[in-house]
C-alpha cells in the first residue's frame, strides 16, 4: 500500500481518473469533415458548416465513432448500452464555435457503462480498477496566442473530432473493495493499460505527446487504514507520465497539510504547472460552471441493437488481460512476469514468437526478458525486433536468438554461465546465431561424465585435508570441490554431472 508519511499518521491516496482518447476516424462525430488535425495541417482547412455552427446546417452521427466506442468498451468489458442519447453541455469559450459541447449527459446511461481494467498492483499482484462509463463527445478547436504579439487565433480543424471520455468508478457502497487507483504509479499502469487496448483495438492512438490522450485527476486523501472518502479536487488536461504522478503526490501532499493544520479541503479544480510540479486552486466549487445540460434536438437517441454488439464482439482480437492469463496458465508465469510482458503488445508479440510453439522455454525466456532484455533496450526493441535483424549499431537480438539461447541451455550444450557469456557477447556486437558464436569461441560445454571423472577424482587427491573435513560433517565444502571443478575445466563442466560425480565419490 502507497501512503504518504504525516505528522501524526500516515496517509493514503484515492485517485479517479476521466481520461479523454481521441477515436480514430476518417470524420468528425458529427460531420464529414476530416479527423485528422495534425499541427502540419493548415489551420482552418478541415472545417465543416457543421463544426463552425453555420444556422441550420444538423449534425449527423458518425456511425463509425459509434462502433469504435462500442468497441474500447468491449475492451473494458464494460456492459454496452442499447440506448443512450446526446446532450448539449452550454458555455462559452472562443475554441467552441457552436456555444454548447455535444456530449452524454451524466443522469442518463451514456453508450458505455460499468466495466473494468486490469493492472499490476503496487503489490505486484493484478487489480481490477473498476470503471463508472465512457462517452461520447466532441473535442474543442485549439486557439493560437502565440502567433501574434496582439492578437488570438482560433484553429477549428480539431472541432468536432470524437473523444471518447472513460471515467473510473468509486465503489462508495463497499468501500473496503479495493478497486480503485491508490497511487501514482497506479495511475501511470492504468493510463498504460488504456493505451495498450485502444491500440490493439485501433480505437485511438492514445498518444499523450501528440494529445491524442489527456486525463483528468481526481484524488483525496485519508488516513491510512480508514475506509472513508474525503473530498476530493480535479486537476484538468494532464498530457504526460510525468506530470500526472507528480500532480498527485504534489496535490495530496498539499490536502495532508490541509488536514494536519486543521484545515478542511474544498472540492476545487485545480491547476497544475509544468515548471514547478505545483497544484494551485483554479476555480472553487461555489464557482462551478453550470452547463445547462439539455438534449440535443437535432440528434435521435441512439439505438444500438444485439447484433451490432456481438458482429464487433466476435472480433475482438486478444487484449493484455486475456494475454495475461494465457501466460499464468499455459506457461506457469507469475502474475508479475504476466504483467510485464504485457507492458506494451509489441513486448508481448516479441515473447510469443521466442516462446513459438515450444511452452516448455516460455519460463526461461520470461526470465531472460525481464533480468537482461530490458535493461538493454538499445539491442532489441520490441517494435523493430520483429521485422528487422538490425537497427542502429547495436547488434539486434532477436526472439529466435533468445529462443536458441534457452534450447541450448535446456539440451545441456551450454550451461548458464556460458549462456550469459554469449548473451555478453552478442551485446557486444557479435553477430551470428548462438550456437555459431558457442563455436567460434569453443564455448561447448563437458558433458562426458569420463572426462569430468577424472578432473574430480584429480580435485579430490589434491585437497586431502579438505575432503576429510568434508567426511567429518561439513558437507557446506561441496562448492568448494565443485568450484574447483570448474575452475580447472575452464567452466565448461556440466554442472548437474559434476555435482552427482562428487558426491558419489564423497559421500
Ligand atoms: P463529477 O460529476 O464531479 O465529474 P464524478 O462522480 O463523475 O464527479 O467523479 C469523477 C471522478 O472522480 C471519478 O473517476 C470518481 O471515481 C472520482 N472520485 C469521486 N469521488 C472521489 C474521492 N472522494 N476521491 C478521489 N476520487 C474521487
Ligand atoms: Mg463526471
Redesign the pocket.
Known amino acids: 500500500m502507497f501512503t504518504i508519511k504525516g505528522k501524526t499518521t500516515d496517509w493514503e491516496?484515492?485517485?479517479?481518473?476521466?481520461t479523454h482518447i481521441e477515436v480514430l476516424s476518417n470524420s468528425k462525430l458529427f460531420s464529414g469533415a476530416s479527423a485528422d488535425y495534425n499541427p502540419t495541417i493548415s489551420p482552418n482547412t478541415q472545417v465543416s458548416m457543421v463544426d463552425v455552427a453555420m444556422p441550420g446546417m444538423l449534425p449527423v452521427l458518425n456511425e463509425f465513432c459509434v462502433e469504435q466506442a462500442i468497441k474500447m468498451g468491449l475492451g473494458l468489458n464494460a456492459e454496452i448500452s442499447r440506448r443512450s442519447k446526446f446532450a448539449r453541455k452550454q458555455y462559452f469559450y472562443p475554441d467552441l464555435p457552436q456555444g454548447y459541447q455535444i456530449s452524454q449527459p451524466?443522469e442518463e446511461p451514456p453508450i458505455v457503462g460499468r466495466g473494468w481494467v486490469e493492472i499490476m498492483g503496487d503489490d505486484g499482484k493484478q487489480k481490477k480498477i473498476l470503471i463508472?462509463?465512457a462517452h461520447l463527445e466532441q473535442d474543442a478547436g485549439k486557439l493560437k496566442h502565440d502567433v501574434h504579439p496582439t492578437k488570438s487565433f482560433a484553429d477549428y480543424n480539431r472541432t468536432g473530432v470524437a473523444l471518447l471520455e472513460i471515467?473510473?468508478?468509486?465503489d462508495?457502497k463497499n468501500p473496503e473493495n479495493n478497486s480503485?487507483i491508490s497511487s501514482p504509479d497506479e495511475a501511470e499502469r492504468y493510463l498504460r493499460e488504456i493505451r495498450e487496448i485502444a491500440r490493439a483495438l485501433g480505437v485511438s492512438k492514445a498518444n499523450m505527446e501528440e494529445g491524442s490522450m489527456r486525463a483528468?485527476i481526481?484524488?483525496?486523501v485519508r488516513p491510512a487504514g480508514s475506509n472513508e472518502?474525503?473530498?476530493?479536487t480535479?486537476t484538468k488536461n494532464m498530457v504526460s507520465f510525468k506530470f500526472i504522478k507528480s500532480a498527485i503526490e504534489y496535490e495530496a501532499r498539499r490536502q495532508i497539510e490541509i488536514y494536519e493544520n486543521g484545515g478542511t479541503v474544498s472540492?476545487d479544480t485545480m491547476r497544475y504547472s509544468q515548471a514547478d510540479g505545483t497544484t494551485s486552486v483554479m476555480r472553487s466549487k461555489e464557482d462551478a460552471l453550470d452547463y445547462r445540460y439539455f438534449p440535443d434536438p437535432d440528434l435521435l437517441p441512439l439505438e444500438i441493437s444485439e447484433e451490432t454488439i456481438e458482429r464487433i464482439r466476435s472480433n475482438m482480437p486478444e487484449l493484455p488481460a486475456a494475454t495475461r492469463a494465457r501466460y499464468v496458465h499455459d506457461f506457469g508465469l507469475s502474475e508479475y512476469d504476466a504483467a510485464r510482458l504485457t507492458e506494451t503488445t509489441d513486448i508481448s508479440k516479441w515473447f510469443d514468437a521466442a516462446v513459438g510453439n515450444n511452452p516448455k522455454r516460455a519460463k526461461s525466456i520470461a526470465n531472460w526478458m525481464i533480468s537482461e532484455l530490458f535493461a538493454h533496450p538499445e539491442n532489441w526493441d520490441a517494435k523493430n525486433a520483429l521485422d528487422t535483424s538490425e537497427q542502429g549499431t547495436a547488434r539486434i537480438i532477436t526472439p529466435s536468438d533468445l529462443a536458441e539461447l534457452v534450447d541450448m541451455i535446456a539440451e545441456n550444450a551450454i550451461n548458464g554461465k556460458q549462456a550469459k557469456e554469449i548473451f555478453i557477447k552478442m551485446l557486444d556486437g557479435e553477430t551470428g546465431t548462438p550456437r555459431a558464436i558457442a563455436e567460434k569461441f569453443g564455448m561447448q560445454q563437458i558433458t562426458d561424465t569420463t572426462a569430468i571423472e577424472s578432473v574430480v577424482d584429480d580435485v579430490i587427491a589434491k585437497n586431502a585435508p579438505q575432503v576429510e573435513q568434508y567426511k567429518s560433517g561439513k558437507t557446506g565444502l561441496l562448492g568448494f570441490f565443485v568450484g574447483a571443478v570448474m575452475k580447472s575445466t575452464g567452466g565448461k563442466a556440466n554442472p548437474t554431472v559434476v555435482n552427482e560425480l562428487l558426491h558419489k565419490k564423497l559421500d
Open positions: 491516496l484515492v485517485i479517479g481518473l476521466e451524466a463508472e462509463r471515467v473510473t468508478f468509486l462508495t480503485y483528468d481526481n484524488v483525496s472518502f474525503r473530498t476530493r480535479e472540492q
